[in-house]
């Protein structure tokens, strides 16, 4: 979220370099967190094989995480582009 808000926002919007700073972001983390964790970056595609296969101790993290996330991204652009 901080890279979406920081590459296509205000006046730093970067119009096509956008689009590959936020597909190079998505690949440095299928790179090197999918391996670490096997998670996915898709909520919907952990969630639905949870809920079918009943395995719903660790849903809570799909829900969260995403939301988290974009809380905390948005006062820290703000706070990074603070121009004071």
């Known amino acids: 979220?901080?890279?979406?808000?920081?590459v296509s926002t205000g006046p730093k919007e970067q119009g096509l370099f956008a689009g590959i700073a936020i597909g190079s972001v998505v690949l440095l983390e299928a790179m090197f967190a999918g391996p670490i964790c096997g998670a996915s970056m898709?909520?919907?595609?952990s969630l639905a094989p949870a809920v079918v296969s009943g395995h719903l101790e660790y849903l809570w993290v799909y829900l969260v995480a995403p939301v988290a996330g974009a809380a905390i991204a948005?006062?820290?652009w703000k706070y990074l582009n603070n121009k004071k």
């Open 74 to 76: 948005i006062p820290t």
């Open 1 to 6: 979220m901080l890279v979406i808000m920081g």
């Open 42 to 45: 898709n909520p919907a595609r």
